[in-house]
Each structure stands twice: as C-alpha cells, then as structure tokens.
C-alpha cells in the first residue's frame, strides 16, 4: 500500500482518510484512478461531488458513507451504483442497532477495501453475486452470533464468505488465536484467506492447466475435506509441518494449504508495495517503478521474498523486540514454503491474465 499525498495542500494521508487533517479539504479515494482525490461536497443531499480546482469530473460518495460514514471510496457520477466497488460485495450487514456492532462491522468493511485494493492492483475485480445461483459472483455476509443459537463458522462456500463479527473484538480474537496456538489472528488475514478460497474457486478450478499445477504443489483437492479437518483438530498437524507449509492450519487439507498461502501473497504484495513506496529496503533493492504484477512473477518471486521482503519484515520484529512488543512477522520461510508462494504468484498471474 502506497501513500497518499492530500491534492490541495500535499501533506502526507493514509489509505483510510476521509479528511486532510492538515488543510480540511474533504477526501475520496478514487479505485477506478486508484488515487486520493479532493472535493468541494454540495449541501444538497444526493448531489454529485465537484472535485476541487476542477481536477476531473464529479463523483458520488458511497452510499456507506453517506449513512454510516464507514467507507471513503468513490463510485464514478454516471455509474448507476450507490455503491463502492468493495461496499457491493457485502451481501449482509449485522444488526447496527445493536451496541457495538456497528464499529466491528465497519472495521471489517476497512479491511476488505484494504483487500479489494490489493485485488485491483493485480488485475483481479470480484464482481458481486446476483443471485444465490450466481456461481462466479463474491458475497460477504458479516453475521453476529445470537444468544442461545450455535456460534456463527467463518468459512467460504463457492463465493459465498461467512465472517463472524465476533472476530472484530480483540479480546475475543485474542482468546482464541491462544485457543488455537495461532501467531497472529487480524481481521484482515481472515479477509484474505476466506477470499484465497474464493480465487481458487473462481479463476483456478475453472482452468485445467491453473488445477493441474495447484495438484502438484498444493495436493489433490478432490480429498475429503470434513475427514481432512476432522483428523487435523483430532491429531494436530504433522511434527514437521514447518518445513512444508506457512502455517499448521495449512497442513490440514490442500483447501487449505492453498488458502492460507495465497492470503499470505497477497499479504507480502501489499507490505513490499508499502516498503518500496516509503523508501525502505534493507538488501538487495528491487526497483521502485516494478509494478504490482511483477510481483507476481514467479520468476522473480522468491529473490523478491528472500532478498527484500525478509530483511525488513526481521527488521520489524526486532523493532517490536526493542520495545518489547511480540513480532510483528512470525513466519518461517523454508524451500518449500517459497516453492508453494512462487506458484500462488503464478497462478494469481494467471488469472489476472485470463481476466485482462
């Protein structure tokens, strides 16, 4: 994720900036252009927003914006949603007038712009499901359990994704990545990985060359996936699944492996994107002006992983160890483990390619 530069005084924004807090002027981020932009908004309800200085034509706000100020993108003037392009995959909003709600829920929507963002950036634009039928079509439903009934599962069926809201509480979150032996547990890793199922589903076992190379690193996704799962929470992961896979939970089932490493993809494309746009590399620089679909090249991938992303994701942990803090990367990266990444590069290179 690069930064952002407000357009009327140039003082430095983040991705999630609704306002410059320098000069005031009222900020949009713009996917389409994929920059932030500045506008002068109308008092009238409903009216299109004039970008200032007459810098293009006017936008809408998201519709999420204008009822719950939970989302900062635009949607073009003359596109007929009301909606953002990451605001129209969300199938099912929780109840908001419940306590608390409200700010899980719009903690989740920030890390889906976040994904979406990420998406976008390599040629892949999830469109959303017009109907329960709708088989290439993305869902998010964000459920919230209710008292008495069973706890909401989050979890990925043919393009629709289950989110439990209860994982937008820290502490609930916290009890159970301890629960479960986790080294980290975001919204946003749960983001990725739910929508890796959803990639696989949509743009690799629709394509017999993407499903015979993903057989050949990841398995055979065809095995019995409740049997797969049910032994991983009976008998653990293998003693020396570090050597394999990104994580124990990658272990259980090709799914899985599949799933938990493409989010993890997906999770250095945007930190090394992060990296180069402030200036930070640490060995052996890869190009600022490389794009984000060249790194998804699987030729370059592994350089890219081991020579630049590594050095400053241990410089990072031994910043949090400095202030005693735990690290912020806990990961492992064996051969096979940069074997299986380069090969979730290619095949999302893939995609994005059949998708152009």
Same mark, same amino acid.
């Given at each position: 994720?690069?930064?952002?530069?407000?357009?009327?005084?140039?003082?430095?924004?983040?991705?999630?900036?609704?306002?410059?807090?320098?000069?005031?002027?009222?900020?949009?981020?713009?996917?389409?252009?994929?920059?932030?932009?500045?506008?002068?908004?109308?008092?009238?309800?409903?009216?299109?927003?004039?970008?200032?200085?007459?810098?293009?034509?006017?936008?809408?706000?998201?519709?999420?914006?204008?009822?719950?100020?939970?989302?900062?993108?635009?949607?073009?003037?003359?596109?007929?949603?009301?909606?953002?392009?990451?605001?129209?995959?969300?199938?099912?909003?929780?109840? &908001?007038?419940?306590?608390?709600?409200?700010?899980?829920? %719009?903690? *989740?929507? $920030? +890390?889906?712009? !976040?994904?979406?963002?990420?998406?976008?950036?390599?040629?892949?634009?999830?469109?959303?499901?017009?109907?329960?039928?709708?088989?290439?079509?993305?869902?998010?439903?964000?459920?919230?359990?209710?008292?008495?009934?069973?706890?909401?599962?989050?979890?990925?069926?043919?393009?629709?994704?289950?989110?439990?809201?209860?994982?937008?509480?820290?502490?609930?979150?916290?009890?159970?990545?301890?629960?479960?032996?986790?080294?980290?547990?975001?919204?946003?890793?749960?983001?990725?990985?739910?929508?890796?199922?959803?990639?696989?589903?949509?743009?690799?076992?629709?394509?017999?060359?993407?499903?015979? &190379?993903?057989?050949?690193?990841?398995?055979?996704?065809? %095995?019995? *996936?409740? $049997? +797969?799962?049910? !032994?991983?929470?009976?008998?653990?992961?293998?003693?020396?699944?570090?050597?394999?896979?990104?994580?124990?939970?990658?272990?259980?089932?090709?799914?899985?492996?599949?799933?938990?490493?493409?989010?993890?993809?997906?999770?250095?494309?945007?930190?090394?994107?992060?990296?180069?746009?402030?200036?930070?590399?640490?060995?052996?620089?890869?190009?600022?002006?490389?794009?984000?679909?060249?790194?998804?090249?699987?030729?370059?991938?592994?350089?890219?992983?081991?020579?630049?992303?590594?050095?400053?994701?241990?410089?990072?942990?031994?910043?949090?160890?400095?202030?005693?803090?735990?690290?912020?990367?806990?990961?492992?990266?064996?051969?096979?483990?940069?074997?299986?990444?380069?090969?979730? +590069?290619?095949?999302?290179?893939?995609?994005?390619?059949?998708?152009?």
């Amino acid at each position: 994720m690069r930064p952002y530069t407000c357009p009327k005084c140039q003082h430095s924004l983040f991705f999630e900036n609704t306002e410059c807090l320098n000069c005031g002027a009222i900020l949009g981020f713009d996917p389409v252009g994929m920059q932030m932009v500045a506008f002068d908004p109308p008092g009238v309800p409903d009216a299109p927003w004039p970008l200032l200085a007459d810098a293009g034509p006017p936008m809408q706000p998201c519709r999420t914006r204008l009822e719950y100020s939970a989302c900062n993108w635009m949607v073009s003037d003359n596109d007929p949603q009301q909606l953002c392009q990451s605001c129209r995959l969300t199938a099912t909003r929780p109840d &908001l007038s419940v306590a608390g709600h409200r700010q899980m829920w %719009a903690e *989740y929507e $920030q +890390a889906k712009r !976040r994904l979406v963002y990420g998406l976008l950036r390599i040629g892949l634009k999830p469109e959303p499901k017009q109907d329960p039928g709708d088989d290439q079509g993305l869902a998010f439903h964000f459920l919230a359990s209710q008292p008495g009934q069973p706890p909401v599962m989050t979890g990925h069926d043919r393009g629709t994704i289950i989110l439990s809201l209860d994982e937008a509480d820290s502490v609930h979150r916290e009890s159970v990545r301890s629960d479960f032996g986790e080294p980290w547990r975001t919204l946003l890793g749960h983001v990725r990985h739910e929508t890796s199922h959803y990639l696989q589903h949509r743009w690799i076992e629709t394509d017999s060359a993407a499903t015979s &190379l993903f057989r050949e690193v990841f398995g055979d996704e065809r %095995a019995d *996936y409740g $049997q +797969a799962l049910a !032994r991983h929470h009976a008998d653990g992961p293998p003693a020396d699944w570090p050597q394999h896979y990104i994580s124990s939970y990658a272990s259980s089932h090709p799914h899985e492996d599949w799933a938990e490493t493409c989010a993890h993809v997906l999770l250095v494309q945007d930190a090394v994107e992060t990296a180069q746009s402030w200036g930070l590399s640490l060995s052996s620089p890869v190009a600022n002006s490389q794009s984000s679909a060249d790194l998804l090249d699987a030729q370059s991938w592994s350089d890219l992983l081991l020579s630049q992303w590594l050095p400053v994701a241990q410089f990072l942990n031994a910043i949090n160890r400095s202030i005693g803090v735990a690290d912020s990367y806990p990961f492992l990266m064996p051969s096979q483990v940069v074997r299986k990444m380069s090969t979730a +590069a290619r095949l999302l290179r893939g995609a994005a390619q059949r998708n152009a």
